[in-house]
């Protein structure tokens, strides 16, 4: 059972930048395939970035290209996501997710999810 705490969330302006951190439990966290997610009010999660066991290749959505970057470090068995230029839009609940195999995009394929962590972009 991988356990997963997501951390960095908070209150920000338009244009500044925030790193969340998702740290696991599990010690053969290398072997996982990592993924954030996020879920804004009266809308369905979706996928924002994911990147493999290895590091690579890594998979972004088109809403956060150039200004969200992923990165793991295997020997802290942490993920992270640089969030840079935040928008309004960029509100929502975000959550850190893993599996096994490569990045798919789905939310119903990652088995274990970290309880959320609340990002807020005000104007």
């Known amino acids: 059972q991988v356990q997963l705490v997501e951390s960095g969330g908070g209150l920000v302006q338009a244009g500044d930048s925030l790193r969340l951190s998702c740290a696991a439990s599990?010690?053969?966290?290398?072997?996982?395939?990592m993924g954030w997610f996020r879920q804004a009010p009266g809308k369905e999660r979706e996928f924002v970035v994911g990147i493999r066991w290895n590091g690579g290749p890594i998979y972004y959505a088109d809403s956060v290209k150039g200004r969200f970057t992923i990165s793991r470090d295997n020997a802290k068995n942490t993920v992270y996501l640089q969030m840079n230029n935040l928008k309004p839009e960029d509100t929502a609940v975000y959550y850190c997710a893993a599996r096994l195999g490569e990045v798919v995009t789905p939310r119903q394929y990652y088995h274990y999810w970290g309880q959320g962590t609340q990002v807020t972009v005000s104007l």
């Open positions: 599990e010690p053969t966290f290398s072997t996982y395939t």
